[in-house]
């Protein structure tokens, strides 16, 4: 097999929010998917996915769960 000389991850896609990108340290904290997968989200997103009527099953449907509903 190959040898695994690229271990390194991109930096960009460990500590910032799944759904906004925020990369500020002092918000970011985490949320748990239905299958119980942790993922990175900020201080106001994590709060949104908890008022969410559902837990997410996918990052996708947690953005969505999260987006801004704003009745026009
Ligand atoms: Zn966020």
Do not use: F, W, Y
């Amino acid at each position: 097999m190959a040898n695994t000389s690229s271990e390194r991850r991109s930096p960009s896609s460990t500590s910032a929010c799944v759904v906004c990108g925020s990369t500020d340290a002092r918000v970011l904290s985490s949320t748990r998917l239905q299958a119980g997968e942790r993922v990175t989200v900020c201080g106001s997103h994590k709060t949104a996915h908890q008022r969410s009527e559902k837990i997410a099953v996918t990052i996708e449907e947690l953005k969505t769960l999260t987006a801004d509903r704003r009745a026009s």
